[in-house]
């Protein structure tokens, strides 16, 4: 896990800057005299802002950090302002799911938004904020997100140095056929039901169960992709929690100590995000079991209560994908392949204009761009791959789709490669490759007969530059007539 790559180390000084954030932000808290309470809340909310902001710009990332407060403070005030009336307090937070799932329509920003007005509500719950607490917590609010983003655009912006990788664009629909529409639903569904279940296990921490609900709903666009979300959010508390009774039960509530497991925790938080989701709730969950620790209310029971939530929001959450407006993993699965092809096939294009002398074509992009949505693939895929899995020909077709769609992603970086090379120069071979490529893409969304489909053949040798271009198109060619198998072409793309 900590040995994975991580080009440009990005993920190193991502995480090393949360540390220094988030720390700087509790830090600034105390000094500003504001209770135990405040300071942890002041915590969380920088450590929500620099988690959660992910704009493909410095300056949306900036616009985005300055609209938390404007959306979290008032679900705070509400949430503060509804303490003593359990019915209005439960319906209005399934009112902020709904809408903070929604606007995940809206991309990287609705997403940030929506988490941090959801996370607003249930800091006010696990901190039992009265309308006269509220003062002390915006202010510790507003004071981290100001010096979390001092630190992020100010003292150490990664992002100028190398720009963190795009989000792909959420899938698109109208109404119900909008994955996020239906994700709204069931999330409401489902927190619906974890609040009742939750209340039954746990009066006094049944919110809990809800924010297993939300976290499981992250990132997640299908059916299968939710269940899976669920068992790895069991397995990293229940591993978490194991480390809790060694690590945060001994400690006592000891502040130096805390402090400084905290720290730990946050860096592997932010540091295994992007690789594994059960090792970021193990590190997740440690750490809420030293803020218990520092409150004061941490023992034994109080973990395996947790759990006990843990396992009451999972299977709500499963109840409610298969239940409520479904959306099956064929269907996500078939959108991010398709994103994938029309990937592959811009940045062959713009190769071509490149390698003809058109200073403005800009492969690179194409290739950012693809590396992103294969990402996005893969986690849409992961249900089908899990070890886990009984279905073994969809499971061994969907490696064989991974396997070549990674081919198509190595093969495109060759080309943007020899794109930027000044030695590379137009070929007529070149522009007869792309269209084979193009063709091949086509051919596999549907738009051509199948037997438009051919196997690339050998070409004599000319410029360097061309060969190695027509090395790369031929074996992106290649790798896209061996899709039309696990593809089931002439059918739509499925998998």
Sequence with gaps: MFTAPDPGLFRLRVSLRAVLGIGLAVTVCELAGLSRPASITGGLAALLALFTVTDP???????????????????????????????????????????????????????????????????????????GRLAELCVAVLLSLVTAAAVRFGVWCVERRTPSPAAPAPLDGRGLARPATRQAFQAVAACAVAIAVGEAVSHERWYWAVATVWWIF???????????????????????????????????????????????????????????????????????????????VLGPGLLALRLAETGVGALSAAL???????????????????????????????????????????????????????????????????????????????????ALLDECARRTRGLVAVAADPDASHDARLTEACRRVETAVETLLGRLPAGALTAPSGVPARHPGAERALAHLHGLEQALVDLAAPLSVPSPVRV
């Design 57 to 131: 710009t410095v300056r949306r990332q900036a616009v985005t950090t300055a609209l938390l407060p404007v959306v979290g403070l008032p679900v705070l005030a509400l949430a503060s302002t509804l303490h003593g009336v359990p019915v209005l307090r439960d319906a209005a937070w399934l009112a902020v799911v709904f809408a903070g799932v929604y606007a995940r329509r809206w991309g990287p920003r609705g997403h940030a938004l929506g988490v941090f007005a959801f996370m607003a509500f249930f800091i006010a719950l696990l901190l039992h904020v009265v309308p």
């Design 218 to 296: 992250v990132n997640t666009a299908s059916r299968g992709e939710t269940l899976v979300r669920g068992f790895r959010r069991v397995v990293g508390t229940v591993t978490g929690i194991a480390a809790g009774v060694l690590v945060a039960l001994p400690l006592h509530g000891d502040p130096a100590l805390s402090a400084v497991l905290a720290a730990l925790c946050v860096f592997g938080i932010f540091y295994t995000a992007a690789l594994s989701y059960s090792w970021m709730i193990f590190f997740v969950t440690v750490l809420a079991g030293l803020l218990y620790g520092l409150l004061g």
């Design 320 to 402: 409610a994908v298969v239940l409520v407006l479904p959306i099956t993993t064929h269907t996500v699965t078939d959108q991010w392949v398709r994103r994938v092809l029309h990937a592959v096939h811009g940045c062959t294009a713009a190769t071509a204009w490149r390698l003809a002398g058109d200073p403005e074509a800009d492969p690179a992009s194409h290739a950012a761009e693809l590396e992103a949505l294969l990402g996005r693939l893969r986690a849409a895929l992961a249900p089908l791959v899990h070890p886990l899995n009984p279905l073994r020909a969809r499971k061994a077709r969907a490696l064989r789709v991974l």
